[in-house]
């Protein structure tokens, strides 16, 4: 795909699919980014009707490797793909949201298909890749940051959040952020559930250990203070020294690192036909989630 109508350049309005120009494709191809995928997770299942709509359809426990794998697929296709496979990618999605509904663990019904659900799981994943964008490539400006903000609205109503639902602005999109995380998210049960999953990667042998220890750093020391209480986890002084290192390691390869390379293992997840699936990754995965919701009294 050629840079064009999506760039967002020179006055001209961006629109789906996005070009390589634009401000959402240099914040969401860096591979680095991905390192927010827990804590975006956790904030969503907060949020008690999407909590329940993930621990209840969702193939998080069953084949985690193979949803995070599809996600990414959709997403990426659906913002950076060519204009036949965005428009399939936002079919598809749709699809998968209409059989979405049941009751929360207190009782109320939800849809994947309600507007508030929507809007919300969108905002945590535009609010968490620029917030860890940041951390690693410095702060964008004002005007940056609006140029990201107007084309990461684009990516909304294409996941289903109507015209009109998005926050006017990128203030207004925080005091929105904000003021859920004050006043909506509840961790229950579903949430704890998926949270007992998502801090340590189901990898085999010695990967697990070796990759929990930054993934939870990142995770649990990005949330708002108020959501990592009510998940019951800890953090100190030392905690956020080890973090503060782990972004100045991800700051120090990013720059040693060419943007073609970086950006390379996105290209190839665009370009092929279908999600990645590596079936011996994807089940011992399944196990490994299994055994941990068993130990937490979860299963």
């Not at 401000?23 to 995928?37: D, K, S």
Request: charged share 25%; aromatic share 8%.
């Amino acid at each position: 795909m050629t840079d064009g109508p999506g760039d967002g350049e020179a006055g001209i309005e961006p629109t789906l699919p996005l070009s390589r120009s634009s401000w959402a494709w240099r914040v969401n191809a860096e591979p680095t980014v991905f390192a927010g995928g827990g804590r975006a997770l956790l904030l969503q299942v907060a949020h008690p009707g999407v909590g329940a709509g993930v621990e209840q359809f969702s193939s998080y426990a069953t084949d985690p490797w193979g949803r995070l794998f599809r996600t990414v697929d959709i997403m990426m296709k659906l913002s950076f793909g060519s204009p036949e496979v965005s428009a399939r990618q936002q079919r598809a999605l749709h699809a998968m949201h209409r059989r979405v509904r049941g009751t929360t663990d207190d009782g109320r019904p939800y849809s994947a298909l309600d507007a508030d659900l929507q809007l919300w799981v969108w905002a945590t994943l535009v609010e968490t890749a620029l917030l860890v964008f940041e951390r690693i490539r410095g702060r964008r400006s004002d005007a940056e940051r609006a140029q990201y903000y107007e084309e990461s609205k684009l990516v909304a109503h294409a996941c289903g959040v109507p015209g009109g639902a998005c926050p006017e602005d990128w203030d207004a999109f925080t005091a929105y952020v904000e003021r859920v995380v004050a006043e909506d998210l509840r961790v229950t049960r579903s949430a704890r559930a998926v949270a007992a999953t998502a801090l340590t990667p189901p990898l085999p042998g010695p990967l697990a250990p070796a990759t929990g220890v930054p993934n939870r750093l990142v995770t649990v020391g990005t949330l708002p203070d108020s959501v990592r209480r009510q998940y019951g986890f800890t953090w100190n002084d030392r905690d956020q020294r080890q973090l503060d290192l782990w972004f100045t390691a991800l700051r120090l390869g990013t720059r040693l690192t060419p943007t073609p390379l970086r950006h390379l293992p996105t290209e190839w997840t665009i370009s092929r036909r279908r999600p990645l699936r590596i079936g011996w990754l994807q089940r011992h995965g399944a196990e490994a989630t299994a055994a941990r919701l068993d130990a937490a009294g979860l299963s």
